[in-house]
């Protein structure tokens, strides 16, 4: 029956046909489906972040990036204010407070069997005169939970953290 109405409407299959070719090409060429792959494919990032999303400030950003989206990368925004230390040793070292403050809450905030299955977890914070990018793994971040001590803090801190500093120009 719809062949019929096909051969009896040659328009209407050429019509669909290129319809299906426009739609082939839209998906090959600019990636219109990659969105709805990425919210089928399961990852624990995924769980991670529709939690911790939901509890971190606005000025934060996070996502999931890597082939399989079980990579974490979570960019916080730091404003320069008046009361920001003009020292750049003085400056490094309130970036780096804020920074362990920011991961402990982020792995305060997050599903611990989720976030201990998530491959690598990338920190970024911005401020005006420096950058610094932490590097660690979702196991090791686990731990932040628990630790209490500012001393057992720092060191774990320094042992499983990778970290990068980028100064910018003013």
């Known amino acids: 029956?719809?062949?019929?109405?096909?051969?009896?409407?040659?328009?209407?299959?050429?019509?669909?046909?290129?319809?299906?070719?426009?739609?082939?090409?839209?998906?090959s060429k600019y990636d219109w489906f990659s969105s709805r792959r990425r919210k089928l494919m399961p990852s624990s990032c995924k769980a991670v972040t529709v939690k911790l999303d939901r509890r971190i400030p606005s000025s934060w950003k996070t996502k999931c990036e890597g082939n399989t989206f079980n990579n974490l990368s979570v960019n916080m925004n730091m404003a320069a204010d008046k009361s920001s230390p003009p020292h750049a040793k003085a400056l490094k070292a309130l970036l780096y407070k804020t920074l362990a403050n920011n991961m402990i809450l982020?792995?305060?905030?997050?599903?611990?069997d989720n976030l201990e299955r998530t491959n690598m977890v990338r920190f970024r914070l911005n401020h005006p005169k420096m950058r610094i990018d932490a590097l660690t793994e979702g196991r090791f971040l686990v731990k932040l939970q628990t630790l209490t001590s500012q001393q057992l803090i720092a060191e774990h801190l320094k042992v499983t953290v990778q970290v990068k500093e980028t100064p910018l120009k003013d």
């Open 1 to 27: 029956m719809p062949l019929k109405s096909l051969m009896k409407n040659p328009i209407l299959a050429i019509g669909i046909l290129f319809m299906v070719i426009f739609l082939f090409q839209m998906n």
């Open 106 to 112: 982020t792995a305060k905030n997050s599903p611990s």
